[in-house]
């Protein structure tokens, strides 16, 4: 292992810890940076419980193939979906938790965090430090980098451009035809849990909508019909209505 705390300027130790979502980006980041030999202390990993069951066979691949420790795992029952201003699971799951992780250390030690976001993406803070921003990787030479280690996440990025949790509200209708079709024991879920809570899951379809809208669309398609246009969306809201 390389060495993970380094003491500069006489102050505290500095201690390096890399943020792991599992996606292609963090999973390129902390690959390259073990192969060349940055400080690394600790990876966190914050487990949502959420994630496609290929994510967690990725991580813990990473962690039998490079020393990735367990992290907390937070549970937080009476939770609804999250929205695009409301992203509760983020802050609580995941931020929270890692600062929560990280403050003890704090005090002791002057923590660097490696975050995995690429040269092409914008968002930055200047407390992070950005690798894959130094290296000049971009989403594209991320994907790549894995790949070509044999990390593949049992296709899960041939099927979406993203990989978050499998049951975000703010994925896109292509997302989530795709979550249906290939993974439908975790659209029963969905159904199940939409049943249990107070929240809409989007703000234009509910779940059981949007199984209705799918299961229309693949109806039309085999009719041979359009599945857009005021004709589609008429005969659409109807079907809802005779449900509803
Ligand atoms: S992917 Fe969606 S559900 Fe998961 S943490 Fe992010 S906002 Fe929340």
Redesign the pocket.
């Known amino acids: 292992m390389p060495p993970c705390r380094v003491r500069e300027d006489g102050g505290k130790e500095k201690l390096y810890a890399a943020s792991l979502s599992g996606g292609k980006d963090s999973t390129a980041m902390l690959l390259r940076l073990v192969e060349e030999g940055w400080p690394l202390a600790f990876v966190m990993f914050c487990d949502?419980g959420?994630e496609f069951p290929q994510m967690y066979e990725h991580v813990g691949r990473l962690e039998k193939e490079l020393p990735v420790p367990d992290s907390p795992y937070a549970d937080k029952p009476g939770m609804s979906w999250?929205g695009p201003k409301n992203?509760w699971?983020?802050s609580m799951?995941?931020t929270a938790v890692i600062n929560k992780y990280l403050s003890g250390l704090r005090k002791r030690y002057e923590v660097v965090q490696y975050i995995g976001i690429a040269a092409d993406e914008p968002q930055r803070v200047k407390e992070y430090r950005y690798p894959l921003v130094e290296w000049g990787m971009t989403e594209k030479d991320c994907l790549a980098y894995c790949y070509e280690r044999g990390y593949d996440w049992g296709g899960l990025y041939r099927l979406f451009d993203r990989v978050?949790?499998w049951?975000?509200?703010?994925q896109g209708l292509e997302e989530l035809r795709t979550l249906r079709r290939e993974f439908p024991e975790l659209w029963e879920q969905l159904l199940e849990w939409e049943a249990q809570t107070w929240r809409n899951f989007r703000k234009d379809f509910s779940v059981e909508e949007l199984e209705i809208r799918f299961r229309f669309e693949e109806e039309r398609v085999r009719e041979g019909k359009r599945i857009r246009g005021k004709e589609f969306f008429r005969e659409l809201r109807e079907r809802i209505r005779e449900h509803g």
């Open positions: 949502t959420l999250a992203r699971c983020t799951l995941k978050s949790c049951c975000c509200p703010l």
